[in-house]
T-cell receptor
Framework: GENVEQHPSTLSVQEGDSAVIKCTYS??????FPWYKQELGKGPQLIID?????GEKKDQRIAVTLNKTAKHFSLHITETQPEDSAVYFC????????????FGGGTRVLVKP | DVKVTQSSRYLVKRTGEKVFLECVQD?????MFWYRQDPGLGLRLIYF???????EKGDIPEGYSVSREKKERFSLILESASTNQTSMYLC?????????FGPGTRLTVT
């Protein structure tokens, strides 16, 4: 089955700086890679996703890049703000798995004002 | 907006008790999932369901069972709770790729 590794487990950045979280996956058949953000006391919420036919995707201050050859993908947050403080999870799946996601271990991001 | 609700935010049970965790979604989603969340381990899939009365094992089904009698409701059952089942339990539903999560139930087994 799929295995997803996520690094770092914690990340502390100064407000305004960039944050980068990296994930690697094991199954070359995986073709869908979402990122979820979990705020305190809430369930995870999808913030951005990328499919294997795309190398990069942006949405305002967040972007995701995918390197299929190396089997890794990354989340980039620019101009971080205190409200970006949360736990972020990457995940991977392939269509044959029927939307069954395999999640990474999570990254706790703290943005210091 | 999609809403996924879970029956309890916090639950304390004793070892050996039978525990029911309920999840309800209001968007007519076909897919529903139960995860447990532990620090450093991310979210691990316990069971999922693609349709009423249908269930599939996830990665860590041991010690758990599920029930889906109605499309909007997916129940997780701990037949005989043990201390190693102390965890945060998250329910999710989806129509296509995006999963919508409930707020979670923090279960403590003493």
């Amino acid at each position: 089955g799929e295995n997803v590794e996520q690094h770092p487990s914690t990340l502390s950045v100064q407000e305004g700086d960039s944050a980068v979280i990296k994930c690697t996956y094991s199954d070359s058949a995986s073709n869908y890679f979402p990122w979820y953000k979990q705020e305190l006391g809430k369930g995870p919420q999808l913030i951005i996703d990328i499919r294997s036919n795309v190398g990069e995707k942006k949405d305002q201050r967040i972007a995701v890049t995918l390197n299929k050859t190396a089997k890794h993908f990354s989340l980039h947050i620019t101009e971080t703000q205190p409200e970006d403080s949360a736990v972020y999870f990457c995940a991977a799946t392939y269509k044959a798995a029927g939307n069954k996601l395999t999640f990474g271990g999570g990254t706790r991001v703290l943005v210091k004002p | 907006d999609v809403k996924v609700t879970q029956s309890s935010r916090y639950l304390v049970k004793r070892t050996g008790e039978k525990v029911f965790l309920e999840c309800v979604q209001d968007m007519d989603h076909e897919n529903m999932f139960w995860y447990r969340q532990d620090p450093g381990l991310g979210l691990r899939l316990i069971y999922f369901s693609y349709d009423v009365k249908m269930k599939e094992k996830g990665d860590i089904p041991e010690g758990y069972s599920v029930s889906r009698e109605k499309k909007e409701r997916f129940s997780l059952i701990l037949e005989s709770a043990s201390t190693n089942q102390t965890s945060m339990y998250l329910c999710a539903s989806s129509l296509l790729d995006e999963q919508y999560f409930g707020p979670g139930t923090r279960l403590t087994v003493t």
